[in-house]
């Protein structure tokens, strides 16, 4: 079984600093992990993905993320905030078979940005 | 055309009343999955589809059925829709470790 845990369903940061949204997750098999960002009144746009190879991984807009397995983390960061980053974050993990499988996803973390 | 399409993406509909949403994609991918959303819930899986006789459900299939009708299509229906499922709903395919989501169907039950 897989869950993933988003702490913090709402992120307030200013204009210019560190951005950083938690996800931990669960898995009784390896895991592919995801972060998708959805603007308001818009679709899933995904971010970056974790499939086993680097564990830090490069993602678009400046967002990576790092995957610790001691941890069972997979925070995602941005060195500095945007006002155009301000959207809700959503981490998800998957199984790792490159076959593909039922994606399942955190709670979501709203990120405000202030001038 | 996008890859994944989903129709209608919004739909007022009264309660009690049968609705079908339509999902259809141009991917080739064998999987499909439909998921709904609620705010501060995240997505949550429905349906799931692995090929065209495979057919499984999600954490909340209560009040919902789907249909594969081909491998480029797949349905979800609400046989007696009720205010509560009221939400966002998003088709998805994949294949190896690559996900396409279409763009949503907002679905409001009076």
């Known amino acids: 079984a897989q869950s993933v845990t988003q702490l913090g369903s709402h992120v307030s940061v200013s204009e210019g600093a560190l951005v950083l949204l938690r996800c931990n997750y669960s898995?009784?098999?390896?895991?592919?992990l995801f972060w998708y960002v959805q603007y308001p009144n818009q679709g899933l746009q995904l971010l970056l993905k974790?499939?086993?190879?680097?564990?830090l991984v490069k993602g678009i807009n400046g967002f990576e993320a790092e995957f610790k397995k001691s941890e069972t983390s997979f925070h995602l960061t941005k060195p500095s905030a945007h006002m155009s980053d301000a959207a809700e974050y959503f981490c998800?993990?998957?199984?790792?078979?490159?076959?593909?499988?039922?994606?399942?996803f955190g709670q979501g973390t709203e990120l405000s940005v202030k001038p | 055309d996008a890859d994944v399409t989903q129709t209608p993406r919004n739909r007022i509909t009264k309660t009690g009343k049968r609705i079908m949403l339509e999902c259809s994609q141009t991917?080739?991918?064998?999987?499909m999955y439909w998921y709904r959303q609620d705010p501060g819930l995240g997505l949550q899986l429905i349906y799931y589809?692995?090929?065209?006789?495979?057919?499984n459900k999600g954490e909340i299939s209560d009040g919902y059925s789907v249909s594969r009708q081909a491998q480029a299509k797949f349905s979800l229906s609400l046989e007696s829709a009720i205010p509560n499922q009221t939400a966002l709903y998003f088709c998805?395919?994949?294949?190896?470790?690559?996900?396409?989501f279409g763009s949503g169907t907002r679905l409001t039950v009076v």
């Open positions: 998805a395919t994949s294949a190896r470790y690559g996900y396409t």
């Open positions: 898995s009784s098999v390896p895991p592919y």
């Open positions: 974790y499939t086993s190879a680097a564990t």
């Open positions: 998800a993990v998957g199984p790792g078979n490159n076959q593909g499988g039922k994606l399942i």
């Open positions: 991917k080739g991918h064998d999987r």
């Open positions: 589809s692995f090929d065209v006789k495979d057919i």
